[in-house]
């Protein structure tokens, strides 16, 4: 009996270190998925933060304390009413306080869950102004991404081959992540993203920022996000799209002011120059017009 209790707190013990030991290696991940991670993914945006304070300090506590409860009931109900304990069944039917509790504490549990989930939907609309706006459509199956602010034309960006993720030094977790043409916004700068497709619908996600909107053919939705934090981060297309779905990857890429800038006059179309106007197209001079011959008999006037 002794070893057996050994067993079970060893393994214990040791579930209790794995799960520290995979968060701890969670932190270091930020951006992408975490292999054996717990909870959501890190965040890096204003939105992701109130949706981490809505889960973690709002749901969880209140999905616990349910789950307790019922699951504390049934353990009573089991123990004190089963056949043996309780011969004789009870032949009541119903009871008034027991059903009116049932009733009002489910609505004024899930009154309090409306009220922070409002003020998050709130927060989801409320954008403010936008420093910068980026126009993603979702195709078969990459996206299109266009800066109209910048006079950026779209560009294509797929899914980046399994071998040119090994090229260019990436980590293998990242396959079916990275894009060859990323989105790239600067840091701490409000990003106005318009969502829409061209085929079929897809879903623009990212879960380090919070984002997830549907894109449709023929309507233009809105999201918005304020990167916080320098780097790279990912997201797929949410949306059952076609047999190459999961090939659908969104990579944003935050940087400096200064490097958004760089990058933006690699993309922006060079400006034609206006040519000189020619000699020979220049307008010919005016001809002075000839002095009229007096009349004769008429005197010239004298000159003054």
């Given amino acids: 009996m002794k070893s057996k209790f050994q067993g079970i707190a060893g393994l214990t013990a040791g579930a209790g270190a794995a799960m520290i030991g995979s968060l701890a290696f969670a932190q270091e991940r ?15 945006s204003p939105l992701k933060h109130s949706a ?18 019922v699951l504390g009931l049934l353990i009573w109900v089991v123990v004190r009413y089963n056949r043996k304990a309780n011969p004789v069944p009870a032949t009541w039917s119903h009871n008034t306080a027991i059903e009116v509790a049932w ?16 003020r998050l939907l709130f927060d989801y609309h409320n954008m403010p102004k936008p420093d910068l706006t980026v126009k993603a459509v979702g195709y078969q199956w990459n996206w299109g991404y266009e800066y109209p602010d910048q006079q950026i034309p779209e560009y294509i960006s797929n899914m980046l081959p399994e071998d040119e993720v090994a090229k260019r030094g990436l980590p293998r977790d990242v396959f079916r ?16 993203v318009q969502v829409t497709a061209a085929d079929v619908i897809h879903a623009f996600a990212l ?32 949306e059952l799209c076609g047999v190459d779905h999961a090939f659908m990857p969104i990579e944003i890429k935050v940087v400096t002011q ?8 690699t993309k922006a179309p060079a400006a034609t120059p206006v040519a000189a106007p020619d000699a020979a197209a220049a307008p010919a001079p005016t001809p002075t017009a000839a002095p009229v011959a007096a009349p004769a008999g008429v005197a010239p006037a004298a000159p003054l």
């Fill in 30 to 44: 930020l951006g992408q998925p975490t292999p054996g991670g717990l909870g959501l993914q890190q965040a890096a």
């Fill in 103 to 118: 009733t009002l504490i489910p609505v004024l549990i899930l009154m309090v869950i409306a009220v922070f989930s409002f």
């Fill in 177 to 192: 992540l990275a894009a060859t043409e990323p989105m790239v916004v600067p840091v701490n700068k409000v990003v106005r």
């Fill in 258 to 265: 200064a490097e958004f800038d760089a990058w933006v006059a």
């Fill in 207 to 238: 879960p380090a920022f919070g984002l997830k909107t549907d894109a449709i053919p023929g309507r233009l939705n809105e999201t918005w996000f304020k990167a916080e934090k320098v780097g790279t981060y990912y997201g797929q297309c949410s």
């Fill in 52 to 69: 981490h304070f809505f889960h973690d300090i709002i749901l969880l506590p209140i999905i616990t304390v349910i789950c307790l409860f």
